[in-house]
């Protein structure tokens, strides 16, 4: 016996699901709100924003501003899939021994949206023990992947919730740890006696990109300064 599926997706010529049952809700330029298109079950209530200003936790999500609320995973995954791609592709670095820097590049399929043109589109994640706690801070690579993809998927829908996989964990957003990872790097050039010129014209030197425009730590990428960082630590020790 041969098991087949109870019914087939198929897409009309504007690249929509043909299936009734997907009420596609629309701005009024024509184009889809798919932030609206997300199921409730799918968003919670930011409990870390919430947190870090004494608030207490909503129960429930009625009448809370996006701001104020998280998109799970799985939310990100059926959107994803209702909009359409033909691929997905994931590229990891790992700058530092426990920094991972993953860029997730997504295949959409034409849509009326994009003048049925296939798009490609991408979007950066990352995760160090700065911006993961817990159990997380044992997977950063799956971590910065989930990230990458998230906000692959988000950007481009032009849905402007942040997702939970964004979220550092200790409340704080994860772009925190770019204030972090200055911090520590100022803090190694200290201790090791380096000024800021001499990493400057050790970047000018290696051809690193606009290092000629650097004037300050902060002005250096931050996986840039958390390979310095690695690579002060290294030289500290021999």
């Excluded at 024509?30 to 997300?38: D, E, H, L, Q, V």
């Excluded at 032009?158 to 100022?186: M, R, T, W, Y």
Aim: aromatic share 10%.
């Amino acid at each position: 016996m041969i098991n087949t599926p109870p019914k087939l997706f198929k897409r009309n010529d504007l690249g929509l699901i043909d299936d009734q049952n997907i009420k596609y809700i629309f701005n009024d330029d024509g184009t889809i709100n798919w932030r609206k298109m997300i199921k409730p079950e799918y968003l919670v209530a930011n409990k870390q924003s919430f947190e870090r200003y004494g608030k207490t936790v909503p129960k429930s999500i009625e009448g809370l501003e996006d701001k104020d609320l998280l998109i799970l995973l799985g939310g990100i995954k059926e959107l994803a899939q209702m909009r359409g791609y033909t691929s997905i592709k994931h590229s990891p670095v790992c700058p530092t021994s426990d920094y991972v820097v993953n860029v997730c590049t997504i295949e959409w399929i034409p849509n009326y949206e994009t003048e049925n043109r296939a798009v490609c589109y991408s979007a950066i994640g990352d995760a160090s023990p700065f911006n993961t706690t817990g159990f997380t801070k044992n997977y950063l690579g799956p971590i910065a992947e989930n990230r990458a993809f998230v906000r692959a998927v988000r950007n481009f829908l032009k849905i402007n919730i942040v997702s939970q996989e964004e979220i550092g964990g200790n409340a704080q957003p994860e772009q925190d740890s770019g204030d972090i990872a200055s911090v520590q790097l100022k803090e190694a050039m200290a201790q090791a006696g380096i000024a800021f010129d001499k990493i400057k014209d050790k970047l000018v030197k290696e051809s690193f990109e606009n290092a000629v425009s650097f004037t300050k730590v902060e002005d250096i990428p931050k996986f840039k300064q958390f390979e310095l960082l690695e690579r002060i630590k290294k030289a500290v020790k021999k």
